[in-house]
């Protein structure tokens, strides 16, 4: 039932957006989005202040939020930008709004929401 109504929503945004009609934020509908700075297996737990090609790989994950959420460079160093982002996308699914990448804010990443109706923080 949750399927169905995934693909029904993606299928109605998918229409709203050719039709050049404003739809909420989006993810991007591929998993992954082209990010190769890690394999997709290696999910470590990251924190504020972290550095590395862990820090890039959610980097480039989160900017396929895209949209007003602003996009990270991927530079490697997880600051107060992705800080924000973090939390802002763990809380469009649900999940504590801790900032910790672990888990299930990797899975998330890899596979987001197709929207999010929660205003990102000024």
Do not use: F
């Not at 957006?17 to 989005?33: I, K, Q, S, Y």
């Not at 994950?61 to 996009?71: D, F, I, R």
């Not at 992705?82 to 804010?105: A, D, F, N, Y």
Request: some cysteine.
């Amino acid at each position: 039932m949750r399927r169905n109504r995934l693909l029904t929503s993606a299928a109605a945004l998918s229409a709203a957006a050719a039709l050049g009609l404003a739809v909420p934020h989006t993810a991007a509908a591929a998993t992954g989005h082209g990010c190769s700075y890690v394999s997709s297996d290696y999910r470590p737990m990251l924190t504020y202040g972290d550095t590395g090609a862990a820090v890039r790989q959610a980097q480039c994950l989160s900017n396929a939020w895209g949209g007003e959420p602003p996009q990270l460079a991927s530079n490697g160093l997880y600051g107060d930008r992705m800080l924000k982002k973090i939390e802002w996308i763990q809380v469009c699914h649900g999940l504590p709004e801790s900032g910790v990448i672990e888990g299930r804010t990797w899975q998330v990443l890899y596979h987001p929401l197709l929207d999010c109706h929660v205003p990102y923080p000024s």
